[in-house]
C-alpha cells in the first residue's frame, strides 16, 4: 500500500531546463529522503529533512535542492538540468532520523534528460 | 564512511531451489541497523528485513538472515526460490541519522 506519493511518474527535458518533483508522505513520519537511481540500479542518498535539519550529501552538484512547507512535503528542484541527472529520483521517509528506523518508498520520478 | 558490499550483477536460479544473497559491510559506528530491500520492475524499494541485533535470526515472506557483526555480514537466504522473487534485492546499513547507505543491488531470476 502505497503511502509516499511522487509525481510526476516521468518527465523529459532539455539540457538547461529547471524542473521540480513533488513528494507527499501520509505515514506521519518526520523525516524524508531523496535518492538518485541511476542507471546502474545505483541508490544514492541526496538530502535528508526533518522540519530541523537539513543533511546534504557533498558530492550532490548545487543545481539540486530540497524543498519543504511542512513535514509531510519535499520536493526536489533541479535549476538546469544535465544529461548526467537522467535517473530516477526515489523519495522516502521515516519516523525519525535515526539508525533504527525503516525508509519508506515511493515508485520514483524517471527524468530523461535530452 | 560506510559502505556495503553485496553479490554483484545477476544470480539466477530454479524455482525450488535454494539462494543465497552474499552482504559484507564497513562502518565506524556501533549504533548501526542492517537491511534487505527488494525492488519489483517499476515498483519502490520496500523493507524485506532488518535487524540490529547480534546472531539473531530473522524471517520475512520465507526469506532470513543473520547479522554477524564477527564477520560484518549479513547474508540473505531463501530455501526454496518462487518465480515471484525475480527482483532486484540491495542490502543497506543505517548509522546515526545519516540515512540507509545501499549496496549496488542484486537481481535475481527465477527460472521455473
Known amino acids: 500500500e502505497t503511502a509516499v506519493f511522487q509525481t510526476p511518474n516521468y518527465h523529459v527535458t532539455q539540457v538547461g531546463n529547471e524542473v521540480s518533483f513533488n513528494c507527499k508522505q501520509t505515514l506521519g513520519h518526520d523525516t524524508m529522503y531523496w535518492y538518485k537511481q541511476d542507471s546502474k540500479k545505483l541508490l544514492k542518498i541526496m538530502f535528508s529533512y526533518n522540519n530541523k535539519q537539513l543533511i546534504v550529501n557533498e558530492t550532490v552538484p548545487r543545481r539540486f535542492s530540497p524543498q519543504s512547507s511542512d513535514k509531510a512535503h519535499l520536493n526536489l528542484r533541479i535549476k538546469s538540468v544535465e544529461p548526467e541527472d537522467s535517473a530516477v529520483y526515489l523519495c522516502?521517509?521515516?519516523?525519525?532520523?535515526?539508525?533504527?528506523?525503516?525508509?519508506?518508498f515511493g515508485a520514483g520520478t524517471r527524468l530523461s534528460v535530452l | 564512511g560506510d559502505s556495503v558490499t553485496q553479490t554483484e550483477g545477476l544470480v539466477t536460479v530454479t524455482e525450488g531451489l535454494p539462494v543465497m544473497l552474499n552482504c559484507t559491510y564497513q562502518?565506524?559506528?556501533?549504533?548501526?541497523?542492517f537491511f534487505w530491500y527488494v525492488q519489483y520492475l517499476n515498483e519502490a524499494p520496500k523493507l524485506l528485513l532488518r535487524s540490529s541485533t547480534d546472531n539473531k535470526r530473522t524471517e520475512h515472506q520465507g526469506f532470513h538472515a543473520t547479522l554477524h557483526k564477527s564477520s560484518s555480514s549479513f547474508h540473505l537466504q531463501k530455501s526454496s526460490v518462487q518465480l515471484s522473487d525475480s527482483a532486484l534485492y540491495y542490502c543497506?546499513?543505517?548509522?546515526?541519522?545519516?540515512?540507509?547507505?545501499f549496496g549496488l543491488g542484486t537481481r535475481v531470476s527465477v527460472f521455473p
Open positions: 562502518t565506524a559506528y556501533s549504533d548501526v541497523a
Open positions: 543497506a546499513l543505517s548509522a546515526y541519522a545519516q540515512g540507509l547507505t
Open positions: 522516502a521517509s521515516s519516523r525519525l532520523g535515526g539508525s533504527q528506523n525503516t525508509l519508506y
